[in-house]
Nanobody, 122 residues
Framework: LRLVESGGGLVQSGGSLKLSCTPSGFRLEGYTIAWFRQAPGKEREFVAADRWFARGTYYGDSVKGRFTISRDNAKNTLYLQMNSLKPEDTAVYYC????????????????WGRGTQVTVSS
């Protein structure tokens, strides 16, 4: 059981990208789904999460108002729409799915993707 990310790439500052994440071997219904990112030399950082049961969305302070997390249950796919990108958004972005614990805590998630690189040039 795993997740597969796509949609990363190189974009200029101020541009947009949309990341996708598709699970292999399970469906996303019932899971809290999230995006994290990790820049070189830095710890993994919470980006956004969407809870299934509480029906709430959560964002890290650095991306609020610019990024939007969503899921399409029919397509069994998780998305992250990223607008107004900044060079400091450059990182490997990971999607994750979990069933309990804090949405902000990476240890709450059971399934992870291998990541997709996002690079924002100035």
């Amino acid at each position: 059981l795993r997740l597969v990310e796509s949609g990363g790439g190189l974009v200029q500052s101020g541009g947009s990208l949309k990341l996708s994440c598709t699970p292999s071997g399970f469906r996303l219904e019932g899971y809290t789904i999230a995006w994290f990112r990790q820049a070189p030399g830095k710890e993994r950082e919470f980006v956004a999460a969407d809870r299934w049961f509480a029906r709430g969305t959560y964002y890290g302070d650095s991306v609020k108002g610019r990024f939007t997390i969503s899921r399409d249950n029919a397509k069994n796919t998780l998305y992250l729409q990223m607008n107004s990108l900044k060079p400091e958004d450059t990182a490997v972005y990971y999607c994750a799915a979990g069933s309990s614990g804090s949405a902000y805590d990476s240890t709450s998630y059971d399934y992870w993707g291998r990541g997709t690189q996002v690079t924002v040039s100035s």
